[in-house]
């Protein structure tokens, strides 16, 4: 795992560094809500090996269209949105700071009230002929996909497996 991405979580967020991952030259999931209402504080951490470390908090406000960071820690994330999924998981479409025109996809799974394990969608956790039918390999993109079908047989993928890292975004009250 050697970049950053969807920090998971909610960037939703956190998360974590990203190596097989999927990304995209633009956004696959256009249609967006602000899940989380208008303005989102979130306390994220990075889980490796189960336990969490590198506690920050950040701010995210919606603007009609994404969650656009508005404060604290995590600037990695320049914006996200979320969009409901199979099974009562999330899809999360990150945003990069450093590549405003590459979304990246992580899966966010509910644990609790306002407590979500943040994953990146990784092409290793397809299978081979997944992996060789739908990953493009455009401008070095690890996995380059460009439809909604590829994006979730690659986040079923990764959501039928048990993973004790990623990032862990918890719902904090307005301060």
């Known amino acids: 795992m050697s970049r950053l991405g969807i920090r998971a979580a909610i960037a939703a967020i956190c998360l974590l560094s990203l190596a097989g991952c999927i990304d995209s030259a633009g956004p696959i999931l256009t249609e967006s809500k602000p899940l989380f209402g208008q303005k989102l504080w979130l306390q994220l951490f990075t889980l490796s090996k189960g336990l969490a470390s590198a506690p920050e908090q950040t701010v995210y406000t919606w603007d009609g269209k994404l969650y656009v960071h508005a404060g604290g820690g ?10 409901a999924f199979a099974g009562g998981d999330y899809i999360v479409q990150d945003v990069p700071t ?4 590459i979304n990246e996809y992580g899966l966010m799974r509910k644990l609790a009230d306002g407590v979500y394990l943040v ?3 990784d092409e290793d956790d397809a299978d081979e002929k997944t992996r060789a039918a739908y990953c493009g390999h455009a401008d070095r993109a690890a996995c380059r996909i460009t439809t909604r079908d590829q994006l979730f047989a690659f986040a079923r993928a990764t959501a039928a497996k048990h993973y004790q890292d990623g990032g862990l975004a918890i719902r904090l009250d307005e301060p």
């Open 74 to 83: 995590l600037k990695d994330t320049s914006a996200f949105s979320v969009h």
């Open 98 to 101: 450093k590549h405003p025109h």
């Open 119 to 121: 994953r990146a969608i």
